[in-house]
């Protein structure tokens, strides 16, 4: 199962908005609702900032928002933030009743 | 409150076995599914293996299969991953994770292994 494909990287200035897309295929991303997304910052655990392509959990804030076309996720973050420099990583479930994780994008608040 | 704590990493030799424990604390064990998810040092996230609610279906990434081994103890609220012929490529943190649906909304803070001579 090969990872879902991440922009290595994106930047932006504070108040900004940034995108990070998640190409997977047919058999992930594509044939299932079942997309989430981790934040990650330097050293510490990963935190689910996105459920079920676009949900976000309790306490996170409604700048980060997720969308889905095809086999390409999405995640938004708008109004960028110092504190949301992280890594950040998607996931999807597959048919082979595994889960694969994405590259992993660093975002840079400039 | 809610919590999972790791255990039992260290260094290891290639081919070597090792037994991770997660500890969870401050929820229903029993009706979550368990993951292990690794993290090699500088790398991404990997998916590595799961158990369902009670023991009785679990699944394995390809680079795992026949090797590492996911079970649990509900009346201990653990979880476990017993890795034999280790490789230098294992060589990661170790996170569990828990998930009620299909997203993994929990996580402990890893253990690491290291498989070196």
């Known amino acids: 199962q090969s990872a879902l494909t991440q922009p290595p990287s994106v930047s932006g200035s504070p108040g900004q908005s940034v995108t990070i897309s998640c190409t997977g295929t047919s058999s992930d991303v594509g044939n299932y609702n079942r997309v989430s997304w981790y934040q990650q910052p330097p050293g510490t655990a990963p935190k689910l900032i996105i459920y079920?392509?676009?949900n976000r959990p309790s306490g996170v804030p409604d700048r980060f928002s997720g969308s889905k076309s095809g086999n390409t996720a999405s995640l938004t973050i708008s109004g960028l933030q110092a504190e949301d420099e992280a890594d950040y990583y998607c996931t999807s479930y597959t048919s082979s009743s595994t889960y694969v994780f994405g590259t992993g994008t660093k975002v840079t608040v400039l | 409150e809610v919590n999972m704590v790791e255990s039992g990493g260290g260094l290891v030799p290639p081919g070597g076995s090792l037994r991770l424990s997660c500890a969870a604390s401050g929820f229903t064990f029993s009706t979550y599914w368990m993951h292990w998810v690794r993290q090699a040092p500088g790398e991404g996230l990997v998916w590595v293996s799961r158990i369902k609610t009670d023991g009785t279906s679990t699944d394995y990434a390809d680079s795992v299969k026949g090797r590492f081994t996911i079970s649990r103890d509900n009346a201990k609220n653990t979880l476990y991953l017993q890795m034999n012929s280790l490789r230098a490529d294992d060589t990661a943190v170790y996170y569990c994770?828990?998930?009620?649906?299909?997203?993994?909304?929990?996580w402990g803070r890893g253990t690491l292994v290291t498989v070196s001579s």
């Open positions: 994770t828990r998930s009620l649906r299909w997203y993994f909304d929990l």
């Open positions: 079920e392509v676009s």
